[in-house]
């Protein structure tokens, strides 16, 4: 069975979220998305709002029918070396540093990696700035 794993906050989660498990699923025969635990967020966003807990967040992505499996992670360099997959996506706009580092290490770990375009006009941060004002 071939796993595919990604990574991220998932707050209030939108069409561009689902969009990416949809496709991010097809890469494999299981989908385990890891979301970020609360305290560790402030540290790839920092001037993230986060609306949601950690719970609730988990609870929302596990609900999407292309998740199979629901994992919290602390910091995706750490966190990747102990997870059972076989393909790595990442989302257009995950650049940071620990990302950078996940990625070299699943090149020297013979881990595919794909990355996914963003879908265009949405994000937890328009959400929240726009609606929920
Ligand atoms: N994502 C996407 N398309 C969007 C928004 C997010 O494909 N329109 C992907 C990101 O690229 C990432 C994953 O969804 O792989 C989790 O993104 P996250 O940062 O939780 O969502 P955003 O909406 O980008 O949140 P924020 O506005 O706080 O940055």
Redesign the pocket.
């Known amino acids: 069975m071939k796993k595919v794993l990604?990574f991220?906050?998932?707050?209030y989660l939108?069409y561009?979220?689902l969009?990416?498990f949809e496709r991010a699923s097809k890469f494999g025969d299981y989908l385990i998305v890891a979301v970020q635990v609360d305290e560790e967020i402030h540290k790839t966003?920092p001037n993230?709002k986060v609306l949601y807990n950690f719970k609730q967040r988990s609870e929302f992505v596990n609900e999407i029918k292309f998740v199979n499996e629901v994992i919290a992670y602390h910091q995706v360099d750490e966190d990747i070396k102990k997870i059972d997959f076989d393909v790595f996506v990442?989302?257009?706009?995950?650049k940071h540093g620990g990302i950078q580092r996940a990625i070299k290490w699943c090149k020297q770990n013979n881990k595919e990696v794909v990355r996914?375009k963003?879908?265009?006009g949405?994000?937890?941060?328009?959400i929240k700035e726009k609606i929920l004002k």
């Not at 990442?90 to 995950?94: C, I």
């Not at 949405?122 to 328009?126: D, E, G, R």
């Open positions: 990604t991220g906050v998932f707050d939108h561009g979220h969009k990416l966003k993230a990442v989302g257009g706009d995950q996914l963003r879908t265009e949405i994000s937890s941060t328009i």
